[in-house]
Each structure stands twice: as structure tokens, then as C-alpha cells.
């Protein structure tokens, strides 16, 4: 018989409504001996069942809660929830071969994610109890997908809360390629699935890179729009627009690879400027210099790590979302997005609005915006909402 977890009594509610995480503070009493790993059940103060998961006494979050019904967690359960996750998602044809198939806690299977480039699938395990499975997983997914290879990036610090090390490498099947291109629409994508951040690219900035672009193809001016894209990474807000662009990131590599994407694409070289810079610099060098842009793309990374960041994250997003203002041309256009879980979408929102206040400017939200569809939020997970953004209209 399983190990079983008991709760305390006013602790039970959120695990009855789906919440994927069992907390040590909600624990009253272990009962048995699992292994670090292993699969326990979790049971009401008067011994009724309430879920199943998987535990590891290291972590803050002590059980992960996979089913709720009394079934048995074995490869067949995983071959089932990971199909049902991949048969979710878009057709190959629609996505371009790039897509987020399974998203954690989101798609029911906390601690999992697995992102497919072409013919490639990456694999990141962000828990001892995913970590140990890998394998298993790797191989349902080689039987229901048939890919070429799939690659570990269990390369993120989340492991550490769970006792775990960083780890990258070939899982199954053979070593990808040193750039795997894909087609996305009429551009073609090219992914380093070894260095790239996250699994390779942000594909949850996908969707709203493609929107930009037929957002802005709609302007009678599109063909002469300045496009300033800060923290660019490899340029992916910037690839599809005709006009000019001009990406700004603060790491060398990422624009080499930037540089390297849009030659590929045949995007025209004078067109295109890539700029080693730190963007809070930059973007007072360009209020002085009045140097002014139709449409500038803010696409920070995660300011807030926790709740006890949010005001110095706030005074960051503040800044930014400030200057950028002032370098947008009459008519024009900000986008501008936090991807920090502390920072909700109404703060966000006042965040830019004082900003925008500040600039003396006048602003319009015409899209409030989130992460791709291929990474949907459960909503027995609030948390899994990180991305928001909104598309400003400045006059
Ligand atoms: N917009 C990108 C993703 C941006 S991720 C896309 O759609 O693909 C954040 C990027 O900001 C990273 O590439 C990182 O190198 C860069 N970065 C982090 N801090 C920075 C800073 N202070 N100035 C400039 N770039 C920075």
C-alpha cells in the first residue's frame, strides 16, 4: 500500500478544488515510508482520499498532485495524460512545428515540460519526481511522436529546491543538430537547443510576435514603421516586420545568433541593426539624443522573483515603461510585457499607466495580451499565468 499523507483539517479545501501543490505546512502526519519519489496518497484528517502524487521531502512542496480519482499512477497513466496533452495542442501545420506540448502543472502533469522544435522534442525536469521518471517519459514520447532525439535542458535553479542539479543532454535518440530550423509562417526559426534560453526560444512569446506583425501590416505606413526592440533576445518581435528594426539586448551571444536568424530570412541587412546595450542605458541615451520610434517592444526579463521584490521590480518596470514612452512617435506604438508571476496583470497595468502619466503623454490599451496558447493556465493553477502584456496606442 502506498504511504499515506494526512492533512489538517483547514488545509483540505484548496486540494479538494485541484491546487497541484501540497505544502509541508498542510501536512499533519506522514504515515509509512516512501522513498523520496515515490507515489503517496493523500488523505482527509479523518482518513478519507483526497488525491495522489508524488513526494520528495526536500522541497517546500512536498507532494504534487497528479490524480484525483483513486487510480493507479503507473507508465500507462503517463502514456494517457501525455497524449492527452499533445492531442490538445494545435495541428503540426497550424503551429509550425514549434510548440509547447506539455506545460507543467498547466496540462495536469506538475514538474513536466516538453517543447517540440521540428523533429526534436526537449525535455525539462524541474522535479525529483519528473527527474526519475525522465526516461519512461522520454520513451512515450519517442512511441507516440516519433522524433528524432530528445534533449534534456534541466539546466533551470528550481532544481535546486528540490535537491536536484542542473543537467543537459541527449535523453533518446540522437544529438539535434547545432541550429534546428523550423518554418513558423513565412519566417523560418532557428533554435539552439544546447544554449538557448529556456528550451531554446521563448516560445511563449510566440503568438505574440505573429500578432505584431499583422497588427502592423494593417498601418498604411508599415513599410516605413521604426521598429525598437528592447531585450530583443534573437530578434523574434522584430523578424516578421518590413519596416526597420532595431534590437537591443544586453548579451552578445543571443544577437549573434539574432544576426544570424535574420540573414537566414533574408531579412535586408540595412534594414536591421543589432545593439549590445544595457536597455535602461540605452533608453536614456535615446530620450537626449530625441531619437524617436513608431513602435518599441519591452520585453524584460523577470524582475520579481518573489513577493518581496515587487516593489524594486515595480520601479524597474516603472522606469522603462517611462522612457519608452517618450521616444515613441506620435500615432505609435508600445508593447510592453512583465513576466513576473509577483507582478499581476493589475499592477502591471498601473505600473504603465503611471508611466505613462509621468510622460505626459496620452495612451490607449488596444490588446491585453498573454503567454502562447501552447502554454494555457489551468484554472485550479492561477500561478501558472506569468506572461501579461499590453498593446498601447501613444499620442
Ligand atoms: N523578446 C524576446 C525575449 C526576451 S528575454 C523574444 O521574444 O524572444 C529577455 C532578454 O533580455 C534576454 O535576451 C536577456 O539577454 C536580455 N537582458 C536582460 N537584462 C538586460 C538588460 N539590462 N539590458 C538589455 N538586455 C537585457
Known amino acids: 500500500m502506498s ?9 483540505e479545501k484548496p486540494i479538494i478544488n485541484q491546487h497541484p501543490w501540497v505544502f509541508s505546512g498542510a501536512i499533519d502526519e506522514l504515515k509509512g515510508r516512501p522513498a523520496p519519489g515515490d507515489i503517496v496518497d493523500v488523505v482527509s484528517s479523518k482518513g478519507k482520499f483526497l488525491a495522489r502524487g508524488y513526494w520528495n521531502p526536500k522541497s517546500q512542496i512536498q507532494v504534487r498532485l497528479l490524480t484525483w480519482h483513486d487510480e493507479v499512477i503507473d507508465g500507462e497513466w503517463w502514456a494517457k495524460m501525455i497524449a492527452r496533452s499533445v ?29 517540440r522544435y521540428g523533429d526534436w522534442l526537449v525535455l525539462q525536469a524541474l522535479t525529483l519526481g519528473i527527474d526519475q521518471r525522465k526516461q519512461e517519459i522520454a520513451t512515450i514520447l519517442a512511441d507516440l511522436l516519433q522524433p528524432k532525439g530528445i534533449f ?18 541527449v535523453l533518446w535518440g540522437e544529438e539535434p543538430p547545432e541550429l534546428i530550423s523550423v518554418a513558423v509562417e513565412k519566417r523560418i526559426e532557428f533554435i539552439d537547443v544546447r544554449k538557448g534560453h529556456k528550451t531554446g526560444t521563448y516560445l511563449d512569446q510566440r503568438d505574440n510576435q505573429l ?27 522584430g523578424l516578421s516586420h518590413v519596416g526597420t528594426v532595431t534590437n537591443v539586448d544586453a548579451s552578445f551571444e543571443v544577437l549573434e545568433l539574432a544576426e544570424k536568424i535574420y540573414a537566414l530570412n533574408g531579412f535586408p541587412e540595412p534594414n536591421v541593426e543589432f545593439i549590445q546595450a544595457d536597455v535602461f542605458e540605452y533608453l536614456r541615451d535615446t530620450v537626449d539624443r530625441k531619437i524617436q520610434y ?71 490599451v488596444v490588446r491585453y495580451l498573454s503567454q502562447a496558447e501552447d502554454h494555457p493556465v489551468a484554472l485550479t493553477f492561477p500561478e501558472g499565468e506569468y506572461l501579461k502584456g499590453l498593446l498601447v496606442r501613444v499620442f
Open 87 to 115: 492531442a490538445s495542442r494545435r495541428p503540426l501545420a497550424v503551429s509550425g512545428g514549434a510548440q509547447r506540448l506539455i506545460n507543467a502543472e498547466n496540462d495536469y502533469l506538475p514538474g513536466l515540460i516538453v517543447d
Open 294 to 364: 513608431d513602435v518599441v517592444v519591452l520585453d524584460p526579463p523577470k524582475f520579481a522573483h518573489n513577493a518581496q521584490q515587487v516593489d524594486k521590480a515595480a520601479r524597474g518596470y516603472k522606469d522603462i515603461n517611462l522612457n519608452a514612452f517618450k521616444v515613441i512617435a506620435p500615432g505609435g506604438y508600445l508593447l510592453t510585457f512583465s513576466c513576473s508571476g509577483a507582478i499581476t496583470r493589475d499592477l502591471f497595468q498601473k505600473i504603465v499607466f503611471g508611466a505613462l502619466a509621468d510622460s505626459g503623454r496620452q495612451g490607449q
Open 211 to 237: 500578432m505584431l506583425s499583422d497588427f502592423l501590416s494593417t498601418d498604411p505606413k508599415w513599410e516605413s514603421l521604426r521598429l525598437l526592440n528592447l531585450f530583443s533576445y534573437t530578434g523574434g518581435f
Open 3 to 11: 504511504a499515506r499523507i494526512v492533512i489538517k483539517a483547514d488545509r
Open 152 to 169: 534534456e535542458r534541466s539546466d533551470v535553479d528550481v532544481r535546486f529546491k528540490e535537491g536536484l542539479q542542473e543537467v543537459t543532454g
